[in-house]
């Protein structure tokens, strides 16, 4: 069936449970990442993913495909996704075939998720003009697609085919990473599933949904079985230790969330994360389920410090035993 924000959701449909990793620190190494992405993939994660971001000392992901070719050579099942991949930065023929390369690589095991950034110094040192980064997207997307199709592509009377075609024919999956209703409205246009990120209120991703699928339709587009989102979530059952981890989210939640209305100060945190005993959780997921037909969960990286790096990933194999995956 097809999922829309106004539909009634089928509960028997499963629930696709993707993570992230939950520590950024030291995700530079093979090794780290593999771990990482192994413990999911045993635990029963569908999908491991990466962000793209440059510039952030400590914890950037400046190439994720790089740092994904290593986990794939170090997993066997489990999924590997970009939640951003910024086509706008991007040179369209090499991307297109970076990107044949990893799928090849992994089998075809790849979830492209495109996006457009935001920050003015991402632009600015890439010299590229932030007010075209709609149209770079749709530019660089439409030429890997024809690169994918196996057409000679190029300009000029150079053009020439790529090789390796990706593992997954036409292509792997492509969800758009969307903020603001003019990156929605794209989206839709695209055909393509929305991927929401874990700012969003349950009420945004209600309108964001709204808006994306309405998109879809005036495209004459089918609106995507697929309605992914990303949460940041916490599950233990130590009930001082989640009272903890929500008062720092609360504390938090001025700069971490985006609620309907831009001079909001402050948002209950259980309308943007999920952080609770095995019951909490799962009843929370139910929710948005029930609510907004959600078929894929990424579980990622709590927005705050200060936790035990051990507490984490009991969290993380917790809400994979919690959801039954």
Known sequence: MRHTADSTFDMATPLHLGMTPWSLRDTHTAQELGRQAHLGESWGYQSFWLPEHHFTRGSAIPDPLLLLASVAALTTDIRLGTTSYLLPLRQPVLAAEQVAVLDQLSAGRLTLGIGRGYAPQLFDTFGVDRSRKRMLLKHCLDVMKQAWSG???????????????????????????????????????????????????????????????????????????????????????????????????????????????????????????????????????????????VTHVVVTRLRIGGLPRANLEKSVALVAETLGT
């Not at 808006?211 to 004459?220: F, G, L, Q, Y």
């Open 151 to 293: 057409d000679s592509v190029g300009d000029g009377e150079t053009k020439t085919a790529i090789a390796p075609l990706p593992y997954q024919q036409p292509h792997p999956p492509i969800w758009v990473a969307a903020f603001g209703p003019l990156a929605l409205k794209q989206a839709g246009s695209l055909g393509c599933p929305y991927l929401a990120s874990p700012m969003e209120t349950i009420e945004r991703l209600r309108s964001n949904l709204e808006i994306h699928n309405k998109a879809c339709r005036d495209a004459e587009l089918e609106v995507p079985e697929e309605v992914p989102i990303m949460r940041t979530m916490y599950c233990s059952e130590d009930v001082k230790q989640i009272a903890e981890v929500r008062k720092r989210l609360e504390s938090e939640s001025v700069n971490a969330v985006r609620g309907e209305d831009a001079a909001q100060k402050v948002t209950a945190i259980d309308e943007w994360s999920i952080v609770g005993e095995p019951s909490f959780v799962r009843d929370s997921v139910n929710r948005y389920q029930e609510e907004l037909g």
